[in-house]
């Protein structure tokens, strides 16, 4: 872990992460019942029609997007910019603990479980990587 935390591949990751973070904000948001539609099954069509429910998908993912942009913004200086990778690592696995009770639950589709996957990851090398740079 810490050859990985201390190469110019955690960079990389760093703008990947951004890279998906950016465009699934954008998609997401102009397309919040897409969203429920792939990740969430036997919705009732009046969630679909419900402009509170769109709203906060539409507000998760402008909050993704500006992640995605500090993602990109910290491969400048990642070690600077330490705190803000720490909380988007905390980010990806609260979302990866929701979405995993979802799918348990048996609301969420299997498609939860992927980007599960993919956040659990990144989550935990982003919080290893703060742990790694702290100030004692």
């Known amino acids: 872990m810490k050859k990985i935390i201390e190469s110019k591949l955690f960079r990389h990751l760093l703008g990947i992460a951004g890279m998906v973070n950016i465009m699934a904000g954008i998609f997401f948001s102009f397309f919040p019942n897409y969203f429920l539609y792939l990740f969430y099954k036997d919705i009732p069509d009046e969630v679909y029609a419900s402009p509170a429910m769109l709203s906060i998908v539409t507000l998760m993912f ?8 500090g993602y990109i913004w910290s491969m400048k200086d990642p070690v600077k910019n ?16 929701l979405w995993v009770y979802s799918y348990f639950m048996g609301f969420g589709t299997w498609l939860l479980l992927v ?3 993919n ?13 790694h740079y702290r100030k004692d």
């Open 62 to 69: 402008i909050f993704i997007l500006i992640m995605g942009f």
């Open 119 to 131: 956040d659990v990851g990144l989550g935990i090398l982003f919080v290893a990587y703060y742990l």
């Open 82 to 97: 330490r705190l803000y990778i720490l909380i988007g690592g905390m980010g990806k696995l609260a979302a990866v603990i």
């Open 115 to 117: 980007a599960s996957f």
